[in-house]
Structure formats: C-alpha cells, structure tokens
C-alpha cells in the first residue's frame, strides 16, 4: 500500500509508529531481522529523528530491540518468556472475562453471537493461510467485544499493547499459517466462554479463558517445526 509522505512534524512520529507497529504485529518482519533507518527515512520522507522516536515506542511496546551500536532488531523471545507471557495473559484476560460476566448487556451479548456466527462460517474455509489471518482478525473482535463488555476502561487500554504482543508472537512463531489446525478447537473455547458470558458466571468465563489462552501456545508448540524460539 502506497503511503503519503509525512515530512518531519509533530505528527511524524506517531505515523511511523503505527505503520511499523502493524507490520510488527501481522508478522511481516521475522524475528531478529534488522530495521534499517535508512530506507524508512526514504520510504516515509521524513529526517532520522521521527524514525528513532518511532523505534524507542515500539521498543517500550516489546516489539524491537534497540542495540547499542548495533541498531533496531524485531524483537526475539526465548520459548520460557514466551510461555510466561502467555500464562500471565491469561491472567489478565480472565479477569476481564469474569467483570464482563458481571456487566454485560443485552445488546453486547447479541454482538459477540454475532462475531461467534462469523467464525463458526470460517471453519468451512479450505485455505488454511485465508482461514489462518480471518480467524486472528475474528479473534480479536471477539475479544474486543468482552473488553467493552467489562465496562472498564483501564482493563480495556492496558489490554491493547498485551494484545499487540500476542499477535506479534503468534505472527513470528514460524507457523507458515499461525493456529488455522486449531480453529475449530479454537472456536469451541470461545463457545464456553460466550456461554458463560450469557450465564453471567463470572468465575466459569475467567477459567475457560485462561485455559483458552494458554492453549495458545500449545497450539504454536505443535503447529512450528522447530520450537517457537530457542532457550537461550
């Protein structure tokens, strides 16, 4: 996609951020790849210094790291601290979940039976790489809908860069077609935990997601040839 030049301003910054933050986020860098200044200046026609402050919020997002004398690589994560992100994620999500069971509307409930009919379609989708990007976008509206539901705004706005990192860690797993074997499985948490929603069981919806989001790493385990990063 083309993008208009944003010259050096007060915006500059914020532009580059959001650009490489998406194309962190949907796996389009591997993990460990260097980030070269050079061709984002020419790319976005702006001075090094947007591109820097770009890089130093991306790094405080956990998405690149900034080596000293080195530069700017995607971020690379050892399996553990991948498993601990997850379980911690669980944590928070769940929490989430069980105010959401506590709060939720009518008209909230009909939302996520909405978005649950849209990914109950794409199991019938043969292309496992179609299947794979549809069922993350499905996923995270999914999730986005219990987020409002827990009427919360600070769990909401934490959960954002929490979320960013999951997907980046999904996107750069080394799975050619992240989580598209496990959809079905998949789609089947998020019926326990809609159910629960709909029950207004605050502490069955966190333990089915927690147990949903833990999963996902198993899910990755089995889906990646190699593991999903290294012990070291």
């Known amino acids: ?84 992100f997850f379980d911690m994620f669980a944590g928070f999500e769940g929490a989430i979940a069980a105010a959401a069971a506590n709060r939720r509307s009518v008209d909230q409930l009909d939302e996520i039976d909405l978005v649950s009919r849209r990914l109950e379609r794409l199991l019938s989708v043969p292309n496992s790489h179609e299947r794979s990007v549809e069922y993350l976008k499905l996923n995270r509206d999914f999730h986005t809908t219990i987020h409002r539901m827990s009427g919360s705004r600070i769990m909401a706005s934490s959960s954002r860069r929490l979320w960013d990192l999951s997907d980046f860690l999904i996107n750069t797993s080394g799975s050619t077609d992240p989580l598209s074997t496990a959809t079905g499985n998949r789609h089947g948490e998020h019926e326990e935990i809609r159910q629960a929603l709909i029950d207004g069981d605050a502490e069955r919806a966190r333990t089915e997601m927690e147990h949903h989001i833990r999963e996902t790493v198993r899910v990755l385990e089995r889906e990646t040839p190699a593991p999903v990063a290294s012990n070291t």
């Open 1 to 84: 996609m083309a993008l208009t030049p944003v010259r050096d301003s007060p915006r500059a910054a914020g532009v580059v951020y959001e650009e490489l933050r998406g194309r962190l986020i949907s796996g389009q860098f591997r993990q460990g790849e260097r980030i070269s200044v050079e061709p984002l200046k020419a790319e976005f026609s702006v001075s090094k210094q947007p591109i820097m402050e770009a890089l130093r919020l991306l790094s405080a997002d956990g998405l690149v790291d900034i080596i000293p004398q080195v530069g700017s690589v995607v971020a690379t994560y050892p399996r553990r601290e991948i498993a601990d």
